[in-house]
């Protein structure tokens, strides 16, 4: 899905530094051979007896790994070592607690804030925010300014804002979907998600840092008649990172495509799972 080419964001605008806003990147429907109706009901691929038997592998090696470090021991013992079951050999609450710098202390509206003033805060920081400016508020005049306003350094939120307003435009709007005013069509769930899957600090100094995070998208409507079904990216969006106000914000991002791993042989969901899973699971507050 491409959002038009008004005001410089077209599909080639990866160089745009603010093309991670809001869904409106690229976006790439492949279509099975045969599917048909609203893209959801595609045959199943036959399924490949060696991807199977590695998969199988694989999940395996992961089941045994997590047992093996669900019982293993940390706790001081009592002098029974031959009692696997006393309560000395339990691990102790410490060993499975979470490490390093608490992420978040606070929140500003919907937007986890309050990050540390390290390496490991920006990065939580660029995660929170990547999530936040892919989200279905941006496609809302008034959440718009509120997501922008929390997540950028109050330097660039007037111009950002002035753009954005250009971009999310009624055209661009019923493009995606949705009606001129931003609304969702009765009868359908709109999907506009970020989800990051790794960050990395690719500079820091002093009070300034840029994070890139790799994401995965899910865009496009769901319901029955929809005529665009959800669909998922990979992109890696890289922030510019500056401390303000006792927080991190945003000076500028940019986006490039992936990377991008092969498509599995999962059956496609009916529009109608694809939005009960939407409205059925919430997000997350992301930290590293």
Known sequence: MSHGDENGYDSGRT?????????????????????????????????RASRSLITMAGVVVL??????FANMGG???????????????????????ATGTKPVTGKNGTIPSGFAHDEQGA???????????????????HTRRSIVETTHDPAVV????????????????ENVGLNKDGTTPSGLTFVSRTIPVGTKVVERS?????VEVWCT????????GSTKPVTA????????????????????????????????????????????????????????
């Open 15 to 47: 160089d745009d530094e603010y093309s991670t806003i809001g869904g409106t990147r690229q976006t790439r429907t492949r279509l099975p051979d045969g599917a048909g109706g609203d893209g959801y009901n595609a045959p199943r691929r036959p399924a």
């Open 63 to 68: 089941l045994i790994a997590a047992i093996a």
């Open 75 to 97: 706790g001081r013992g009592d002098g029974n070592d031959g009692d696997s079951a006393s309560a000395g050999n339990k691990p102790e609450a410490a060993s499975t607690a």
């Open 123 to 141: 990065q939580s920081a660029a995660s929170n925010y990547a999530v936040a400016l892919g989200s279905v508020g941006m496609f809302n005049a």
């Open 158 to 173: 007037e111009n950002l804002l002035t753009a954005l307003t250009k971009a999310y435009s009624p055209g661009f709007l």
């Open 206 to 210: 002093g009070d300034t840092a840029t």
């Open 217 to 224: 998208g899910l865009v496009g409507m769901a319901g029955q």
């Open 233 to 288: 990216t990979w992109f890696t969006i890289s922030e510019k990172l500056k401390w303000v106000g006792g927080d991190w914000r945003i000076e500028s991002s940019s986006q490039k495509e992936g990377p991008t791993p092969v498509n599995g042989d999962n059956r496609a969901s009916t529009a109608d799972e694809i939005a009960g899973a939407v409205e059925g699971y919430g997000g997350f507050t992301y930290a590293r």
